[in-house]
Nanobody
Framework: QVQLVESGGGLVQAGGSLRLSCAAS????????MGWFRQAPGKEREFVVA????????YSADSVKGRFTISRDNVKNTVYLQMKNLKPEDTAVYFC?????????????????????WGQGTQVTVSS
């Protein structure tokens, strides 16, 4: 069983920055492919960014490309989401997700059903 705890959400003005963290426990972190998803009120959950087990490969949704960066620290068992130039449409609950160790070290995943574990979410609100 993997436990994921997100932190770092909050209220920020448009154009501002935030860094989300997701601390993982319960399994060797380097065996987990990780991703971030978000869900705005009244909308379906959507993919944001993903990172491979090694951290060497990442993929971002077009809506955040060039503004959001995912990274991981396999010593601290934490994945990060650095968000810059935030827009009001980025307002959502952000969820961290983990895929257990049946993926290659270089693969990332962009579909929610490919993930096995989810955090409780952290609210990000961007004011205009």
């Amino acid at each position: 069983q993997v436990q994921l705890v997100e932190s770092g959400g909050g209220l920020v003005q448009a154009g501002g920055s935030l860094r989300l963290s997701c601390a993982a426990s319960g399994r060797t972190f380097s065996t987990l492919a990780m991703g971030w998803f978000r869900q705005a009120p009244g909308k379906e959950r959507e993919f944001v960014v993903a990172i491979s087990r090694s951290g060497g490969n990442t993929y971002s949704a077009d809506s955040v490309k060039g503004r959001f960066t995912i990274s991981r620290d396999n010593v601290k068992n934490t994945v990060y989401l650095q968000m810059k130039n935030l827009k009001p449409e980025d307002t959502a609950v952000y969820f961290c997700a983990a895929r257990s160790g049946r993926s290659s070290i270089t693969s990332y995943y962009i579909v929610g059903v490919d993930y096995d574990y989810w955090g409780q979410g952290t609210q990000v609100t961007v004011s205009s």
